[in-house]
């Protein structure tokens, strides 16, 4: 009986709630070159563009702060029912989370970077275990570093 007790307690504290943070695999400066991009144009339009594209991909625009150059944007959540026989009824779910900067250097270059984070959460009655993953496909920065300088190109011309 005691056994079954330490065995069933050790279940409990596993299934409990846990947050985790997967290390990138690349090395900080290759991981910073995947991320940033330089642009020839003001702060102003660079900024706008961000936003604009982030909403124009199907993100949620958290928060836009023109002052310091920080943008946080979701995509839309994706979630399924999930049983396990040893948790019961559950749900996973899973989105994307991105981080944005931007900073003037000068008055006609601004620097920009991204960063997309995925996150998988499963909860079951013994609590929620979260994974934040980096995203280090290249393809998913090139696109959308893009479609900015796009948007950018546009503006300016509207200016």
Not at 24 to 29: F, V
Request: aromatic share 8%; proline share 3%.
């Amino acid at each position: 009986m005691k056994q079954l007790f330490i065995v069933l307690t050790c279940l409990v504290l596993a299934a409990c709630s846990s947050h985790k943070i997967k290390e990138p695999t690349l090395s900080g400066l290759a991981l910073q070159q995947l991320q940033t991009r330089e642009y020839e144009a003001p702060y102003e339009i660079v900024f706008k563009s961000i936003v604009s594209v982030l909403q124009d991909t199907g993100y949620i625009v958290e928060n836009a702060d023109s002052v310091t150059g920080f943008i946080t944007a979701k995509a839309p959540s994706k979630s399924n029912s999930t049983w396990n026989p040893f948790t019961g009824l559950g749900k996973e779910h899973h989105t994307t989370k991105i981080t944005a900067t931007a900073e003037a250097i000068g008055t006609e270059f601004t620097k920009v970077r991204l960063n997309f984070v995925s996150i998988d959460e499963d909860s079951s009655m013994y609590g929620t275990s979260r994974v934040d993953t980096p995203i280090e496909d290249e393809e998913i920065y090139r696109n959308i570093f893009e479609k900015i300088g796009e948007t950018i190109f546009i503006k300016q011309a509207i200016n």
